[in-house]
């Protein structure tokens, strides 16, 4: 087969979608080799310009003349339906919630991967014409794709709701994450990275954007009734709501206990999780929660909220609690984490669960689908 890509994210954004997109390509190439592949980007960022370099089926299609290198937006949404049909591609999968305008739907049959529609639920936390452009894209992609594949359970019938798409035209298809974070590190390679960044001796450790909806400010509340000995560690991207974390730890006394790490290499990450005692992401709501996967596949004792597609992650016997209940964490923080024996039991369950989400095995499934929708 044929396959194209809006491979926009995959070579240019470090995180999220980013590495939804690499690692999605990557799988299949390493799985079907014996297809042809097409990525469509605007542009290639240097860190990634070696990305695919050692696979021969591969062709990167860039803007050709000046306009559209200049008009990169354009040109994804209406030029690269021209270019595919040229190629008469027998797949063009929209891997970032939308699909160009103009392809012949008679020889390309087209998909889409939504990962949330959180703008929909939760509208307060977008930027008004952000949404209003949000709908616009993602409605009409799933309208015109001849399949959704949607990154949850949740997102499935998110879209069925908000955007009236029969049910069988979406198929839930999850992710992996990065195989780094399930390399076990050396205890040195941990010492190093803690006096690197000044780690805690014992800490919780949270990873995502800085954001009223990640609601971190429930952590720094159990925070506050623990014991000294514990410190919590947050990376991700500041916004507005970081001074609420920092008002709350000065009235509390916790300066000295909060560390907020931004920028950081992700080579460091995985170590970083690996350092930590718990994980903690008690978020409103989330398309999928790569995070939790990725303390799972770390070995590290997780405790997620018990909403939207973060319960499908963890598994039924994942430590799912209600997003603002910090009593909750202390618990289990106080009672679960104190036996060795315990901690092992659950690091056992959440390994298991984290056999859904290979990627070898997600890669087949998606080729299957691919597969069904040219039949």
């Excluded at 014992?202 to 000294?228: D, M, P």
């Excluded at 930590?276 to 596949?297: H, N, W």
């Excluded at 799912?320 to 690091?347: G, M």
Aim: aromatic residues 12%.
């Amino acid at each position: 087969m044929k396959i194209g890509f809006d491979a926009k994210r995959a070579f240019n954004n470090s995180t999220g979608l980013g590495n939804y997109s690499r690692l999605l390509i990557l799988s299949l190439l390493e799985n079907f080799p014996e297809h042809q592949y097409y990525l469509f980007t605007p542009t290639i960022d240097e860190k990634f310009e070696n990305l695919f370099i050692e696979f021969k089926n591969i062709e990167i299609i860039e803007p050709e003349n000046y306009l559209h290198k200049k008009f990169h937006a354009a040109w994804r949404s209406y030029s690269i339906g021209d270019i595919v049909n040229d190629l008469k591609l027998d797949i063009f999968h929209g891997l970032s919630n939308e699909i160009p305008n103009g392809i012949n739907n008679q020889i390309t049959k087209t998909v889409v991967t939504i990962h949330d529609l959180i703008f929909l639920r939760y509208p307060d936390y977008y930027n008004t014409i952000d949404a209003y452009i949000y709908k616009k894209k993602f409605k009409r992609a799933c309208q015109n794709a001849d399949l959704i594949l949607a990154a949850s359970q949740q997102t499935k019938t998110d879209i069925e709701t908000y955007f009236e798409i029969d049910e069988f035209k979406t198929k839930v298809l999850y992710q992996d994450c990065d195989a780094a974070f399930a390399k076990q590190y050396s205890t040195i390679e941990k010492e190093k990275i803690i006096a690197q960044y000044n780690l805690p001796k014992q800490f919780i450790l949270s990873v995502g954007t800085i954001e009223k909806r990640k609601n971190q400010l429930t952590i720094l509340k159990a925070l506050a009734k623990l014991s000294s000995d514990w410190s919590l560690v947050l990376i991700g991207k500041k916004t507005d709501y970081a001074k609420e974390l920092f008002d709350f730890a000065i009235k509390n006394n916790l300066q000295s206990r909060i560390q907020i790490l931004e920028n950081i290499s992700f080579v460091d990450l995985p170590i970083i999780y690996q350092c930590s005692q718990v994980f903690v992401y008690i978020s409103e709501f989330e398309g999928f929660g790569i995070p939790i996967l990725e303390a799972m596949k770390s070995k590290i004792p997780v405790i997620t909220s018990n909403t939207s597609s973060l319960p499908e992650v963890i598994g039924p016997n994942g430590n799912c609690i209600s997003p603002f209940d910090f009593d909750a964490i202390v618990r289990f923080i106080n009672n679960e984490l104190q036996s060795k024996e315990t901690i092992n039991k659950i690091i056992a369950e959440t390994k298991e669960r984290t056999l859904l989400f290979d990627k070898n095995l997600l890669a087949k499934k998606l080729m299957d689908f691919y597969i069904n929708s040219i039949a």
